[in-house]
């Protein structure tokens, strides 16, 4: 079935880059996804990368994707406090509608 | 709406009794979405629908679970008889059609305690 796994924690320092990865099972995903989650507060599309792409940058955010590995990374450049927060990794299927499958979460830990 | 709106916020309830999980759409968006999120257990999808069907109802966790969406717009999720292990939050998300996998945006969810 269709599984999506991630690291569960990463702490890095201010202004360090943080890079959260995953990996993906279904190869038919088409798009695929990160979202963010606040304490509290509800999912927080950050963005997402057609299946066709290697990579899309926005920002600070660079997305990469191996599509041969499937293998989905984020990197967030010049990490700040309040990015501390869970990443979710996520795709898509068609065959449920396009509802996303998603990791566990990446608990994202920045210090000052 | 502006977003994805969802009712009520927090919802402590006796074990035993029924809860209705309301979920307002993005209007437009016609693919609805509902997901459970517990403690340590990641996100879980329940059940999606494209307008007002429900293709695959698999997803739900057991036969104490429905849902339903009339009216290609508003959603309830339907627990009868809750138990603890249904505490959860309970997120709706809806998008464009599953042709516009790139637009699918979350409420902020209802939080489910059952005790």
């Known amino acids: 079935g269709e599984d999506v796994e991630q690291s569960l924690f990463l702490s890095v320092r201010e202004g360090d880059s943080s890079v959260i990865n995953c990996t993906y099972t279904?190869?038919?995903?088409?798009?695929l996804y990160w979202y963010k989650q606040e304490p509290g507060a509800g999912l927080q599309l950050l963005t997402y990368i057609f299946s066709n792409m290697d990579m899309k940058q926005d920002q600070r955010l660079t997305v990469l994707l191996n599509k041969k590995d499937k293998h989905l990374s984020l990197r967030i450049a010049d990490t700040q406090t309040g990015d501390s927060a869970i990443y979710f990794c996520?795709?898509?299927?068609?065959?449920?509608?396009?509802?996303?499958?998603f990791g566990k979460g990446t608990t994202l830990s920045v210090s000052s | 709406g502006a977003g994805v709106s969802q009712s009520p916020s927090n919802k402590v309830t006796e074990k035993g009794k029924d809860v209705e999980l309301r979920c307002d759409p993005i209007s437009g968006h016609t693919a609805l979405y509902w997901y459970r999120q517990s403690l340590g257990q990641g996100l879980e999808f329940l059940i999606y629908?494209?307008?007002?069907?429900?293709?695959?109802k698999s997803g739900l966790p057991s036969d104490r679970f429905s849902a339903e969406r009339t009216g290609g717009s508003v959603s309830t999720l339907t627990i009868q008889r809750t138990q603890q292990e249904d505490s959860a939050v309970y997120l709706c998300?809806?998008?464009?059609?599953?042709?516009?996998?790139?637009?699918?945006?979350f409420g902020e969810g209802s939080w489910l305690t059952v005790v």
């Open positions: 996520a795709e898509g299927l068609w065959s449920n509608g396009g509802a996303l499958i």
């Open positions: 279904d190869s038919s995903s088409t798009y």
């Open positions: 629908f494209q307008g007002n069907s429900a293709p695959d």
């Open positions: 998300a809806s998008s464009q059609g599953p042709t516009s996998g790139n637009t699918i945006y």
